[in-house]
């Protein structure tokens, strides 16, 4: 039990180092790289809370698709020298201070009322099967609109897509 | 005793997995010659097998550079991320009813997520070199993985439709009557090719493509990271082989032979089939790669999965 609990803290530090590091990177590839493993200490620390369905699709969806995304996009911009002096001019101290100032407010808020409830509840594990029967019983409604969501971006996507092709159309290949 | 097991299981599967992937560098280039009417490397050593011990010497002693207009630290780490990622995958296959490192309930969607962090080790790799040819490389090999991924995990729902299950051990146990393959021949179909854009090989190395990209994201890694990097594409290999075999090839289980030699048959024969088809089949164009994809490929797998989902909504109905 107190090996769990020390592994428990241990990828809490590590998601809250890395996303840390995140934040203050000027260089945009360093910052994914730390974002991704603030995702992969998140994904360990849902397996220890017993949400071994959650932790997989973390790695899968977040850390496997979005953040490649991120990255993919990183590549295409190709970052220069002068992109990064813009970014450490931005983490200068009179930038951050009102942001930080208020997002400190708020989790002074959430470490309130996370200590005010009774923190005993039942920890038990969550099966893949309890996870698809919910979403697809009593939450079937955000799964659909979820997925109207999601087709109205493809739907945009193709928008985009339709109109450049057809002006291009007989210019490319 | 417990903990001893899995001690000795690690240190065997690791031994196994590396070995076996340095071997296959020599396996592949000699029956490549064979189906190539030539003879290969076969100088070193009976049937030129010492040559893998040559090619690891040569890569230890070369020099370890790395360029002064890289970025050092992303530089270093991007080859070990595949290396640790696909290992990380061997810990779900199971070879045997009792010879595997963990049975979790998500078995499947670790692998899935174990090949998507591979992923990394092009895209930042290409990255971190500053080198066009390099960025080429790597921007192909996120559309390409990330395309081809989409398609991975959905040909595998049919077969977790029929199992009712993400466990792997269960999936194994769900064919011992009729092999998966029999039963989701799209689903395999799709996941073959799907598992050969991951792994990046040819006829679908496209992020390398040494006629137009010099050595696409590799060209400035040379020594033991480059050594790296065509490790964890052959683990990746070994990794996709092993999990065709547990998926739709019916795992450790068949007649006579002891499950432990059944399963080094199935996946050596799958094995063979991707260095077939490498001698096989030409390099596509990028554009006919990604069109193939998203035109081909997701319609297939969708129809799979509808059918499928259908057919066992069916029988647990009762059928006729």
Known sequence: ?173 | MAELKIIGLLLLLLGGAVGGAAVMTWFERRVLGIWQDRLGPNRVGPFGIVLVAADMLKLLGKHDWVPPFADRPVFIFAPTAIVVAMLLGFAVVPYAPNVMVIDMNIGLLFFLGMTSIAVYSVLLGGLASHNKYSLLGGLRSAAQMVSYEVFMGLSLMGVVMLTGSFSLIDIVLAQEDLWFAVTQPLGLFVFVIAGLAESHRLPFDLPEAEHELTAGFHTEYGGMKFAMFMLGEYLGLILISCMITTLFLGGWQGPWLPPLVWFPIKTLAVILFFILLRAAIPRPRYDQLMSLGWKVMLPITLINLVVTGGVALWLSEGGF
């Open chain 1, 1 to 173: 039990m107190t090996l769990t609990l020390f592994l428990f803290y241990l990828s809490a530090a590590i998601a809250l180092g890395s996303t840390a590091l995140a934040l203050t990177r000027a260089n945009a590839a360093h910052a994914l790289i730390f974002l991704i493993v603030s995702l992969l200490a998140i994904a360990v620390l849902f397996f220890f809370l017993g949400a071994p369905f959650a932790a997989a699709l973390e790695i899968v969806i977040y850390a496997g698709a979005i953040m490649v995304l991120f990255v993919f996009v990183v590549m295409m911009l190709n970052l220069s020298e002068g992109s990064r002096e813009q970014e450490r001019a931005m983490l200068d101290f009179s930038q951050w201070w009102l942001p930080g100032l208020l997002t400190a407010i708020l989790l002074a808020e959430l470490v309130y009322v996370l200590t005010a409830i009774d923190s005993e509840s039942t920890v038990r594990a969550v099966m893949p099967k309890e996870v698809g029967l919910s979403l697809f019983g009593p939450y079937v409604l955000g799964v659909e609109l979820a997925s109207m969501l999601l087709l109205a971006g493809l739907v945009g996507a193709y928008h985009l897509g339709h109109h450049f092709l057809r002006r291009n159309r007989g210019r490319s290949e």
